[in-house]
């Protein structure tokens, strides 16, 4: 791990110009392309000291041994050479967008004789024309069959192309009027091109000139009575209305424009392109990231734009692009990219209207790629087994860690601090093991303490399930039945198998660094457990650091291994903090009919729809109480008892809005949003088995 004072450049040598910059390793490959308004005050910012950078930035900045600069004139000169930089070395601390599926194009090979129509992927050719990209070959394969009695052009393939004129007999598509069949001369090379031509032009949008003419045609030959001539052509407007119709105007004004939404996460980032052209949506693409550097969502999309038009010109470049957050230098981005097209081209925000709604809709989409990306990630059997694998040799396991429990602690400035287990078997969530905890043994903000209660709690049941089915026998076990595993006493099932809770994890993860690791193997000492391995996550750095032990194990930022951990460490934090912002809305929510004993929720609800407030409730008299369905009289003295104990409770505040609550909002039975906006129903048991909190 280099010093980056060692490499330091003096601040009288760097230039006060744009310019674009290399970090380089040991190795001298580059592992980071950056480009700069101004480089000395941009290389600065990498030199300051380390604890106030990012941690992804520390570690490029502590991975490279060298840097470099190259000067040039104006800053859409350092973003072409960037895009330049990064597609030549591949860095591997630059953000990398990669397709997160092949994307079938309708191509027109224009670069040939006889331009023939086709599905094709992967990438773009010069000379030939693409449209798209679609979501299915077929829907390709639909459209062309369709556009092929208006614009019958060449689609065979070049062997088949040959053999039909080696022979002097067409294919069948020339038989039956769907190919102009250029391979036996029935129409010139130039006729052909221009049939290929208007094709191209009917793709890009160019449609309501044609089918006008197409029309005036028709009606030309019904008053020539050609009634054969004017019926095909009433067939060809049809087939092309039907091809049109396969994609819906979206866009009213028939604006050609590139929307691009954006949806991250910490880890990672999906884009989403919708490609409209004359108002309607003719392609859909979609990108994935890793989010190897601190980067706002502004640079995301300069990145996106990047690879989207860097090899670009002309028409495939829209007037328009529409965006969720422009780049940090929108002048020089948006000159760039009217130099790639040869026109204006205005790069926004949408605001309102059709586009703002047009946008919402690519946001939708961005956000479920992002969910579906890790869905496929985590469920691939073949990436979670060398997931496991990854993990066993990095930690020096004897094998795969098959059933892996993380615990995270979380509180709100030492006040409702709570405990969360997740489990994971086989490398796939299992919902109904997880568990949540009250810190009991201490009041305050301890998280080191707090994790060595929890693990105790957790593991002392464990070996008390273990001497009740006879696995265990030796030695004494405290069995103490502190509620917090499942939701009853009983830890076998119904045929007498013990319950999943009670088998032990091959590795327990903690969210922390060296003293959460430590806790957690102490509270596993102190009870004699020797067979379990332990190790935490540190945020920082994404450290696994292992108990007794100076130095982290630092996995590589692409291992499996480390993604599989890192989505173990986040799944607990979030099932932690949802509980802990249940407890704290509760809590905020209280009101003195809670303190009623017997008094269920639907009981409590019926009180307040007859009384209308717990203010009137109170001043009501015992028979009045007793008027409520299902309240007798009995039920009726006990609350007037407690309401009239009970000493007016300080103003309630709407943790959301910050607005202070009369009474009678407070107290009310019915389910209520926390302050993290997610349903809190009074009564829910401090810790239980299921879902979610």
């Not at 950056?34 to 380390?50: M, P, T, V």
């Not at 005036?216 to 054969?228: D, G, H, L, S």
């Not at 040869?342 to 925000?349: C, E, W």
């Not at 009740?468 to 007498?496: C, V």
Request: aromatic share 6%; hydrophobic share 35%; proline share 5%.
């Amino acid at each position: 791990m280099a010093d980056p004072s060692s490499y330091r450049p003096k601040p009288g040598q760097i230039p006060d110009s744009p310019g674009v910059y290399r970090f380089r390793d040991e190795h001298r490959r580059v592992i980071y392309v950056g480009k700069a308004k101004s480089l000395r005050q941009r290389l600065a910012n990498y030199f300051q000291d380390l604890a106030g950078l990012h941690p992804r930035t520390r570690t490029m900045v502590t991975t490279a041994a060298s840097v470099e600069w190259t000067v040039v004139s104006t800053e859409v000169e350092a973003l072409q050479l960037e895009y330049s930089w990064i597609k030549e070395y591949d860095p591997r601390f630059n953000v990398k967008y990669r397709d997160d599926k092949s994307y079938p194009y309708l191509a027109v090979t224009m670069n040939e004789e006889f331009p023939r129509v086709q599905v094709m992927r992967g990438h773009k050719k010069k000379g030939v024309r693409y449209f798209g990209p679609y979501a299915h070959a077929w829907a390709i394969r639909d459209t062309v069959d369709l556009l092929l009695r208006v614009f019958p052009v060449r689609t065979c393939s070049a062997g088949v192309f040959k053999n039909a004129a080696r022979t002097g007999r067409p294919c069948l598509l020339g038989y039956i009027g769907k190919c102009s069949a250029p391979c036996v001369g029935r129409v010139p090379t130039e006729e052909h091109r221009e049939l290929a031509e208007d094709f191209c032009d009917f793709m890009a949008g160019r449609t309501g000139a044609y089918l006008r003419r197409l029309e005036k045609q028709m009606m030309e030959a019904a008053e020539e009575m050609e009634y054969e001539r004017a019926a095909r052509l009433r067939d060809d407007i049809e087939a092309l209305k039907k091809a049109m119709e396969k994609n819906a105007v979206v866009l009213a004004d028939a604006t050609d424009a590139d929307l691009i939404a954006v949806a991250e996460d910490e880890l990672e980032a999906a884009v989403q392109i919708f490609h409209v052209r004359g108002g309607r949506v003719r392609g859909q693409r979609g990108w994935v990231t890793d989010k190897v550097e601190e980067i706002t969502t502004g640079a995301l999309v300069e990145h996106a734009l990047q690879q989207l038009y860097g090899e670009e010109t002309g028409d495939a470049v829209p007037k328009e692009v529409l965006v969720p957050a422009l780049p940090e230098l929108v002048e020089p981005v948006q000159e760039w990219l009217t130099g790639r097209r040869g026109s204006n081209v205005s790069l926004r925000i949408p605001q309102r209207g059709d586009k703002r709604a047009l946008m919402e809709t690519v946001e939708r989409n961005a956000q479920q790629a992002l969910v579906l990306h890790k869905t496929k990630r985590a469920s691939d059997l073949t990436t979670r087994s060398r997931a496991l694998e990854e993990i066993a040799d990095a930690l020096e396991l004897d094998s795969a860690p098959l059933r892996i429990e993380c615990y995270d602690i979380s509180h709100l400035q030492g006040d409702d601090v709570v405990a969360s287990m997740v489990v994971f078997e086989d490398g796939l969530q299992r919902k109904s093991e997880y568990r949540r905890f009250q810190i009991k043994g201490f009041e305050g903000q301890d998280d080191v303490r707090s994790m060595h209660e929890v693990i105790t709690r957790r593991f002392r049941r464990y070996l008390a399930e273990k001497e009740r089915t006879g696995e265990w026998t030796d030695g004494e076990t405290d069995g103490e039945s502190d509620g917090e595993i499942g939701n009853g006493s009983t830890l076998t099932e119904d045929d007498g198998r013990p319950k999943r809770f009670a088998y032990p994890p091959q590795l327990v993860v903690v969210d922390g660094g060296q003293p959460q690791v430590a806790a957690a193997k102490r509270a596993l000492d102190e009870l004699g457990i020797d067979d379990i391995a332990v190790c935490g996550l540190a945020k920082r750095l994404e450290e696994v650091w292992l108990p007794d032990q100076d130095d982290p194990v630092v996995l590589p930022r692409t291992s499996e291994g480390l993604y599989l951990l890192q989505r173990v460490r986040d799944e607990a934090h979030r099932f932690a903090i949802t509980y802990q912002r249940t407890k704290r809305a509760k809590r905020f929510r209280a009101g003195p009919l809670d303190d009623v004993p017997g008094l269920g929720d639907t009981r409590k609800q019926a009180l307040i729809k007859h009384f209308g407030s717990v203010k009137k409730l109170r001043s009501a008299t015992i028979d009045q109480i007793c008027e409520v369905p299902g309240i007798g009289r009995k039920t009726a003295e006990t609350i007037a008892v407690a309401l009239a104990q009970a000493a007016p409770a300080a103003p309630a505040v709407n943790t959301a809005t910050g607005e202070i609550m009369e009474d009678e909002e407070v107290g009310t039975p019915e389910t209520t949003a926390g302050a993290s906006g997610e349903p809190v129903t009074a009564g829910a048991p401090d810790e239980r088995r299921g879902q979610e909190p």
